[in-house]
């Protein structure tokens, strides 16, 4: 266990930067075929609906399935050795994406990717949790939390030049291999930290339903697991659609949109991410209510940045070498900094109030409502609006589908409202002397009441 005044040891970083790495090698994987929808639609004869049936719905089914089982096997057994093995079995199952011979066939495959993937994401959280002390906790979950913004860096941006350069299938097999090598190194050079023990260690063990409902009850928890849910269906429909959107409505190629895309986009989500951490540290420690108002603060302003973005129409803001800018696409480089800042302090709340050894399980809820709500319903959602608005407006209808999906986001914004003056009285009643200090002994009660 790290107390709070314990000094890090460069370990714990080092246990940090391949978490981190193995969290940007996830999203790559994950939001790689976003680029690559045009020439799989092309080959294999898709419709929108059927691509976002492929990217949402198939992917967030088994992810969900498999998150809370390998959430409770990393308490059990260790956080390392499953998101080692995790690592490892998605990056074959995406490497093996690139030699399919059918739509069904990638499908599966991609399904395999989705329950690998459903062994990492918590279990990691909880690490990060067991190898800083709170005080350092929320900057070491912000640099975590940098995984989804690099990974769209990486799997779009240069997933767009790798498609244009070498075809679909080829770019599946490099983006694949790393993590298998990442994977390896996890498991034989990292050394497992000692998990805490909390009051519930060592009664009977309750079942996986049971554990997620009790834990649910936990005053908040509910709120901010549905903040991630609601929040993430836009997430996952603009990552999703927006490289075809710019390719549809812009007449822009893969590489030039996916350019846009991953290294403006996500360049601006990475800034983000790296701000919110650093304001929602200094704001909540003067009101705990912060850990979660920054969230609310950042999804408000996202909302009318991405609408413009979408309404914008066609047109050159300035030439970035060979690069037609869209002007529309300066209000998405700031949809990029606001949209990511609910991620962060969410799961960074989520650590402060949740038994400890129930962490890996607990945080598992959050991101299964993130995939199953997010990854299964974005994509398709915004597939299905588009095929219906095709008829009356043609090309331009996933404009307006995008712009209807975007509008989703006051759904998390009301969950928020709810959820900040509970996470504010759970964290005053239990320190109020010291509101920010969060969680080295409420952590180790099994519900805040």
Same mark, same amino acid.
């Given at each position: 266990m790290v107390k709070d005044t314990d000094k890090v040891a460069g370990k714990a970083h080092y246990a940090l930067i391949l978490l981190t790495i193995i969290y940007i090698?996830?999203?790559?994987?994950?939001?790689?075929?976003?680029?690559?929808?045009?020439?799989?639609?092309?080959?294999?004869?898709?419709?929108?609906?059927?691509?976002?049936?492929?990217?949402?719905?198939?992917?967030?089914?088994?992810?969900?399935?498999?998150?809370?089982?390998?959430?409770?096997?990393?308490?059990?057994?260790?956080?390392?050795?499953?998101?080692?093995?995790?690592?490892?079995?998605?990056?074959?199952?995406?490497?093996f994406s690139g030699i399919v011979s059918s739509?069904?066939? !990638?499908? %599966?495959?991609? =399904?395999?990717?989705? *329950?690998?993937?459903? /062994? @990492?994401? +918590?279990p990691s959280v909880a690490m990060i949790s067991e190898l800083y002390p709170p005080r350092l906790r929320a900057r070491a979950l912000a640099i975590f939390g940098l995984g989804p913004a690099l990974g769209a860096v990486l799997g779009i941006g240069f997933g767009g030049v790798l498609a244009e350069l070498y075809g679909w299938r080829t770019t599946f097999i490099i983006v694949g291999a790393p993590g298998i090598l990442v994977g390896l190194v996890l498991a034989f050079t990292v050394k497992t930290p000692k998990q805490r023990v909390s009051a519930t260690?060592?009664?009977?063990?309750?079942?996986?339903?049971?554990?997620?409902?009790?834990? !649910?009850? %936990?005053?908040? =928890?509910?709120?901010? *697991?549905?903040?991630? /849910? @609601?929040? +993430?269906?836009?997430?996952?429909?603009?990552?999703?659609?927006?490289?075809s959107?710019?390719?549809r409505s812009h007449q822009m190629t893969i590489q030039e949109a996916g350019m846009l895309m991953g290294i403006g986009g996500g360049g601006l989500s990475v800034l983000g991410t790296l701000v919110c951490g650093y304001v929602t540290d200094k704001m909540a420690s003067k009101d705990p209510g912060w850990q979660l108002g920054t969230a609310l603060l950042g999804t408000a302003l996202s909302i009318p940045l991405a609408v413009t973005f979408y309404l914008w129409p066609a047109g050159t803001a300035f030439m970035l070498g060979s690069l037609a800018v869209p002007t529309g696409f300066l209000f998405y480089m700031g949809f990029a900094f606001f949209g990511v800042w609910w991620t962060v302090p969410c799961f960074s709340a989520m650590t402060r109030i949740l038994?400890?050894?129930?962490?890996?399980?607990?945080?598992?809820?959050?991101?299964?409502?993130?995939?199953?709500?997010?990854?299964?319903?974005?994509?398709?959602?915004?597939?299905?609006?588009?095929?219906l608005l095709h008829s009356m407006i043609g090309p331009e209808a996933l404009r307006y589908s995008l712009v209807v999906t975007t509008c989703l986001l006051l759904v998390p914004c009301i969950f928020l409202l709810k959820a900040i003056p509970k996470y504010r009285k759970q964290m005053l009643d239990h320190h109020p002397a010291r509101p920010h200090t969060t969680v080295a002994h409420a952590a180790t009660k099994p519900a805040i009441s």
């Amino acid at each position: 266990m790290v107390k709070d005044t314990d000094k890090v040891a460069g370990k714990a970083h080092y246990a940090l930067i391949l978490l981190t790495i193995i969290y940007i090698l996830s999203y790559i994987d994950r939001l790689v075929i976003s680029v690559l929808i045009e020439p799989i639609k092309a080959e294999f004869g898709a419709s929108d609906t059927m691509i976002g049936l492929l990217t949402g719905v198939a992917f967030a089914i088994f992810y969900t399935g498999f998150g809370l089982p390998l959430g409770r096997l990393s308490d059990r057994i260790g956080r390392k050795t499953v998101i080692a093995a995790a690592c490892i079995v998605w990056s074959i199952f995406t490497m093996f994406s690139g030699i399919v011979s059918s739509f069904l066939m !990638l499908v %599966i495959l991609r =399904i395999g990717v989705a *329950v690998g993937e459903a /062994g @990492a994401s +918590a279990p990691s959280v909880a690490m990060i949790s067991e190898l800083y002390p709170p005080r350092l906790r929320a900057r070491a979950l912000a640099i975590f939390g940098l995984g989804p913004a690099l990974g769209a860096v990486l799997g779009i941006g240069f997933g767009g030049v790798l498609a244009e350069l070498y075809g679909w299938r080829t770019t599946f097999i490099i983006v694949g291999a790393p993590g298998i090598l990442v994977g390896l190194v996890l498991a034989f050079t990292v050394k497992t930290p000692k998990q805490r023990v909390s009051a519930t260690q060592g009664l009977p063990e309750a079942g996986m339903l049971r554990t997620a409902l009790t834990l !649910l009850k %936990i005053p908040s =928890i509910w709120q901010i *697991v549905a903040t991630g /849910g @609601a929040a +993430a269906i836009t997430g996952y429909a603009i990552q999703m659609w927006t490289p075809s959107f710019m390719i549809r409505s812009h007449q822009m190629t893969i590489q030039e949109a996916g350019m846009l895309m991953g290294i403006g986009g996500g360049g601006l989500s990475v800034l983000g991410t790296l701000v919110c951490g650093y304001v929602t540290d200094k704001m909540a420690s003067k009101d705990p209510g912060w850990q979660l108002g920054t969230a609310l603060l950042g999804t408000a302003l996202s909302i009318p940045l991405a609408v413009t973005f979408y309404l914008w129409p066609a047109g050159t803001a300035f030439m970035l070498g060979s690069l037609a800018v869209p002007t529309g696409f300066l209000f998405y480089m700031g949809f990029a900094f606001f949209g990511v800042w609910w991620t962060v302090p969410c799961f960074s709340a989520m650590t402060r109030i949740l038994p400890t050894d129930k962490l890996a399980q607990g945080t598992a809820l959050f991101f299964m409502s993130v995939t199953l709500l997010g990854a299964g319903l974005g994509p398709v959602f915004a597939g299905i609006v588009s095929d219906l608005l095709h008829s009356m407006i043609g090309p331009e209808a996933l404009r307006y589908s995008l712009v209807v999906t975007t509008c989703l986001l006051l759904v998390p914004c009301i969950f928020l409202l709810k959820a900040i003056p509970k996470y504010r009285k759970q964290m005053l009643d239990h320190h109020p002397a010291r509101p920010h200090t969060t969680v080295a002994h409420a952590a180790t009660k099994p519900a805040i009441s």
